[in-house]
């Protein structure tokens, strides 16, 4: 069995300060872990993911994810926010390799403030 | 290259018809996913369809049917529609797996129940 638990469903920052939305993961096996962001009426888009290469992924847009096995988490941060970057982010686990399920987390709608 | 077209964008349909989705995955994608999106309840999986056969299904009654044609387009169908199916339903199509390789997801489909 496999989860993700997003912890905050709202998260609000400041123009320019540091982006941290939080990720924790549950899986019977080395997972792979992704990190999606939405935005309004639209569809899902990839920014990064980890399937068990180096643990620091970097992504598109500025974002980019640590995996620690030790503490079961795999968050996404941005150094500095920009007001392009308020969406709902869901962050998602899937058994390594081949066809799997991917399993969703709940969501982050992170409010950048100007 | 063409991305993810889902069809229609929005549908208002009555409790107790039937509904079909479309959804066109990017050119040589053999993989398509379904989600359901709801405040409540978060992304779900529905099904995935890879080269015309079910691989994969989510936890769903058996109202929720899909498949998939020799041009990897495909289809999902609700019967006897209820006020909860009400939701969006996103459709995401990648090369080989949601997991694999990089998925794109279609802008959804917006299904009101009433």
């Known amino acids: 069995a496999q989860s993700v638990t997003q912890l905050g469903s709202h998260v609000s920052v400041s123009e320019g300060a540091l982006v941290l939305l939080r990720c924790n993961y549950s899986s019977s096996v080395p997972p792979y872990l992704f990190w999606y962001v939405q935005y309004p009426n639209q569809g899902l888009q990839l920014l990064l993911k980890y399937t068990s290469a180096a643990t620091l992924v970097k992504g598109i847009n500025g974002f980019e994810a640590e995996f620690k096995k030790s503490e079961t988490s795999f968050h996404l941060t941005k150094p500095s926010a920009h007001m392009s970057d308020a969406a709902e982010y869901f962050c998602?686990?899937?058994?390594?390799?081949?066809?799997?399920?991917?399993?969703f987390g709940t969501g982050t709608k992170l409010q950048v403030i100007p | 290259k063409a991305g993810v077209t889902q069809t229609p964008r929005y549908l208002i349909k009555t409790r107790g018809q039937q509904v079909t989705l479309s959804c066109s995955p990017i050119?040589?994608?053999?993989?398509v996913s379904w989600y359901q999106q709801t405040p409540g309840q978060g992304l779900q999986f529905l099904f995935e369809y890879f080269s015309e056969t079910q691989r994969n299904k989510g936890n769903f009654p058996g109202r929720f049917s899909g498949r998939q044609f020799s041009n990897s387009r495909s289809e999902m169908n609700v019967s006897t529609l209820e006020l909860g199916d009400s939701a969006l339903y996103l459709c995401a199509s990648s090369l080989e797996g949601l997991d694999s390789t990089e998925a794109f997801f279609g802008q959804g489909t917006r299904l009101t129940v009433v």
């Open positions: 998602a686990v899937s058994p390594p390799g081949g066809y799997q399920k991917v399993t």
């Open positions: 050119s040589g994608h053999r993989s």
